[in-house]
């Protein structure tokens, strides 16, 4: 499964993004999938997670009300809707794939995408 992440830009605060990860292979619906991000001198963290079927979801308390993550299994695509961007929010943000449920811990997921960076600007 290869992962590739889109949608990332500059930002000013208060702004939106919507991030795109789309992933090739048959068995992207069956994965639980995260999105997490790394800031400069930070340790990567994890910032939403969803289950095969959409059905659960997981918010650090940083982005809970703001970001919203969801899927399409028909387009093997998942997306991360960020509102009311600040400035804390700059980072390299990273789509994973877990093949045996779904995580807030990154290691346990096996695909990685390769990253887009995040900027928000005041």
């Known amino acids: 499964v290869q992962l590739q992440a889109s949608g990332g830009g500059l930002v000013q605060s208060g702004g939106s993004l919507r991030l795109s990860c789309a992933a090739s292979g048959r068995t992207f619906r069956s994965y639980g999938m995260g999105w997490f991000r790394q800031a400069p001198g930070k340790e990567r963290e994890v910032v939403a997670a969803i289950n095969w079927s959409g059905g659960s979801t997981y918010y650090a308390d940083s982005v809970k009300g703001r970001f919203t993550i969801s899927r399409d299994n028909a387009k093997n695509t998942v997306y991360l809707q960020m509102n009311n961007l600040k400035l804390e929010d700059t980072a390299v943000y990273y789509c994973?794939?877990?093949?045996?449920?779904?995580?807030?811990?990154?290691?346990?997921?096996?695909?990685w995408g390769q990253g887009t960076q995040v900027t928000v600007s005041s």
């Open positions: 994973a794939g877990d093949r045996a449920s779904w995580s807030t811990d990154a290691r346990h997921y096996d695909y």
